[in-house]
């Protein structure tokens, strides 16, 4: 796939170097020559990948770096170090600083075209989630963008895929000063592990006896249980050919034997930390699609919703010929209840309410608040008679058991009346079957409350 790389570098050789070799692999370019250019080209959102050089006048990429990531606009552009230094602690610099690979030179050019692919794929795979995430601050969630951004990477739960006993020991006695670490000498093991519990990232060796790493990495990336757990691959360096294979099949990232702690403790936090960035966002995004669509107090449909699928549900009703009702509730004298005890009161009511009718109906039913104290209930397959047991069932549930409110130390009766009506082929639209129940609701009210009315009943 194609990406728009950012080089950043304050040598022109270096940038022109960088962007000859991206630009033969089709990936767009983009360039900058020191640290607030990098800045500002990423807070507007063009590049997908930054390469970051270290050794630059004024700020230094580690600090670019740092700032990308701690900013919540930016925290998710993949960034890879790129840098002469080549110690330990310079990696482990650049990784705390939020970097998401370090590189040095001289490039293996193999090597780095298959990290930003591996990388570019990371992001496209969030974007929409990013993209969701910040127009859900219009329906009043949170900045799920700032708290994914704060994310530690910190008290993970990884799975260590390792068969060598003592290589086994020495790893999860590092990793376990900050994780809760695992270990399963078999592969199989593995994936059903990982299958069936959580865990943010598994560290998969691919020395395994009589067994292959990258076929557990093609599995997890396979099953929709677990294609979301970070993978880093674990290999001498003679398996050069094999890691670079298996970012290709869609491992994160990996270490290099002999693995240096510190360097094992930045890599594992950064990718629990980009795994959390991603689950937040998708919480987010699911949070953002039921505030959509449901009613935040009672937790029912909200009308918005309601009104769209009673139309859909009537067109299936009128070509399959089926029956179909609705059911239009109000609670007796709610009015009454909110100014006798409160609001706070009448809202425990009310989400008490909501329950009841929701234990009285299907899984395949609609139900809705449509306002205030007035709930719909739509019966599909539902005939008229059917369809007033179900009225007078809500409605007995209702009236014979108190409500409780003040945090349960208070019972007050509450009452129901309710309307009928069910699709007549002459139907026009869903309005016709709403106003017969609304007509209805009406009749049940005017002649004392507490019952239901049928509207062909009248």
């Given at each position: 796939?194609?990406?728009?790389?950012?080089?950043?570098?304050?040598?022109?050789?270096?940038?022109?170097?960088?962007?000859a070799k991206l630009s033969a692999e089709y990936f767009d370019v983009l360039?900058?020559?020191?640290?607030?250019?990098?800045?500002?080209?990423?807070?507007?959102?063009?590049?997908?990948?930054?390469?970051?050089?270290?050794?630059?006048?004024?700020?230094?990429?580690?600090?670019?770096?740092?700032?990308?990531?701690?900013?919540?606009?930016?925290?998710?552009?993949?960034?890879?170090?790129?840098?002469?230094?080549?110690?330990?602690?310079?990696?482990?610099?650049?990784?705390?600083?939020?970097?998401?690979?370090?590189?040095?030179?001289?490039?293996?050019?193999?090597?780095?075209?298959?990290?930003?692919?591996?990388?570019?794929?990371?992001?496209?795979?969030?974007?929409?989630?990013?993209?969701?995430?910040?127009?859900?601050?219009?329906?009043?969630?949170?900045?799920?963008?700032?708290?994914?951004?704060?994310?530690?990477?910190?008290?993970?739960?990884?799975?260590?895929?390792?068969?060598?006993?003592?290589?086994?020991?020495?790893?999860?006695?590092?990793?376990?000063?900050?994780?809760?670490?695992?270990?399963?000498?078999?592969?199989?093991?593995?994936?059903?592990?990982?299958?069936?519990?959580?865990?943010?990232?598994?560290?998969?060796?691919?020395?395994?006896?009589?067994?292959?790493?990258?076929?557990?990495?093609?599995?997890?990336?396979?099953?929709?249980?677990?294609?979301?757990?970070?993978?880093?691959?674990?290999?001498?360096?003679?398996?050069?050919?094999?890691?670079?294979?298996?970012?290709?099949?869609?491992?994160?990232?990996?270490?290099?034997?002999?693995?240096?702690?510190?360097?094992?403790?930045?890599?594992?936090?950064?990718?629990?930390?980009?795994?959390?960035?991603?689950?937040?966002?998708?919480?987010?995004?699911?949070?953002?699609?039921?505030?959509?669509?449901?009613?935040?107090?009672?937790?029912?449909?909200?009308?918005?919703?309601?009104?769209?699928?009673?139309?859909?549900?009537?067109?299936?009703?009128?070509?399959?010929?089926?029956?179909?009702?609705?059911?239009?509730?109000?609670?007796?004298?709610?009015?009454?209840?909110?100014?006798?005890?409160?609001?706070?009161?009448?809202?425990?009511?009310?989400?008490?309410?909501?329950?009841?009718?929701?234990?009285?109906?299907?899984?395949?039913?609609?139900?809705?608040?449509?306002?205030?104290?007035?709930?719909?209930?739509?019966?599909?397959?539902?005939?008229?008679?059917?369809?007033?047991?179900?009225?007078?069932?809500?409605?007995?549930?209702?009236?014979?058991?108190?409500?409780?409110?003040?945090?349960?130390?208070?019972?007050?009766?509450?009452?129901?009346?309710?309307?009928?009506?069910?699709?007549?082929?002459?139907?026009?639209?869903?309005?016709?079957?709403?106003?017969?129940?609304?007509?209805?609701?009406?009749?049940?009210?005017?002649?004392?409350?507490?019952?239901?009315?049928?509207?062909?009943?009248?």
């Amino acid at each position: 796939m194609s990406a728009r790389v950012l080089v950043v570098d304050d040598v022109p050789a270096n940038l022109k170097l960088l962007e000859a070799k991206l630009s033969a692999e089709y990936f767009d370019v983009l360039t900058a020559t020191n640290g607030p250019d990098a800045l500002a080209i990423c807070e507007r959102g063009e590049p997908d990948i930054v390469l970051l050089d270290v050794m630059m006048p004024g700020m230094n990429g580690f600090e670019v770096c740092r700032r990308l990531k701690n900013t919540p606009a930016t925290a998710h552009i993949p960034v890879v170090i790129v840098t002469a230094l080549d110690q330990p602690r310079d990696r482990l610099q650049g990784l705390d600083a939020g970097a998401d690979d370090f590189l040095t030179k001289p490039l293996d050019d193999v090597a780095l075209f298959a990290r930003v692919r591996s990388l570019a794929r990371l992001k496209s795979m969030t974007d929409e989630l990013r993209n969701r995430a910040v127009a859900s601050r219009r329906l009043g969630i949170a900045d799920p963008l700032a708290a994914a951004a704060a994310e530690t990477g910190l008290n993970g739960r990884v799975l260590l895929v390792e068969d060598r006993p003592s290589v086994a020991d020495r790893l999860q006695s590092a990793l376990s000063a900050f994780h809760v670490v695992e270990v399963e000498p078999d592969a199989q093991q593995a994936m059903l592990r990982v299958a069936e519990d959580e865990f943010d990232s598994v560290l998969v060796s691919l020395d395994l006896q009589e067994q292959d790493g990258l076929r557990l990495c093609s599995q997890l990336r396979s099953l929709d249980r677990t294609r979301d757990v970070s993978v880093l691959l674990m290999g001498e360096a003679e398996n050069r050919a094999r890691i670079l294979r298996g970012l290709e099949i869609g491992a994160h990232d990996f270490l290099i034997r002999p693995i240096d702690r510190n360097e094992l403790l930045a890599r594992v936090r950064t990718q629990i930390r980009r795994k959390r960035f991603t689950d937040r966002l998708r919480d987010s995004l699911q949070s953002s699609m039921e505030m959509a669509v449901l009613d935040q107090l009672t937790g029912l449909h909200n009308r918005r919703f309601m009104d769209t699928r009673l139309v859909a549900m009537l067109d299936e009703s009128a070509l399959r010929a089926r029956a179909l009702s609705v059911l239009v509730l109000d609670v007796d004298h709610f009015k009454a209840v909110n100014d006798s005890w409160g609001h706070d009161a009448g809202d425990e009511v009310l989400k008490e309410f909501a329950d009841r009718v929701r234990a009285c109906t299907r899984g395949i039913d609609l139900v809705a608040r449509m306002g205030g104290e007035e709930v719909v209930v739509v019966l599909p397959d539902t005939g008229p008679k059917a369809a007033y047991a179900v009225a007078e069932r809500i409605r007995e549930k209702v009236e014979n058991t108190p409500f409780a409110i003040y945090a349960n130390s208070r019972d007050i009766t509450v009452t129901v009346s309710i309307g009928v009506a069910s699709r007549k082929a002459g139907d026009a639209s869903s309005a016709d079957i709403m106003k017969r129940a609304d007509d209805a609701l009406y009749r049940a009210k005017a002649g004392g409350r507490n019952r239901v009315i049928a509207a062909n009943a009248a």
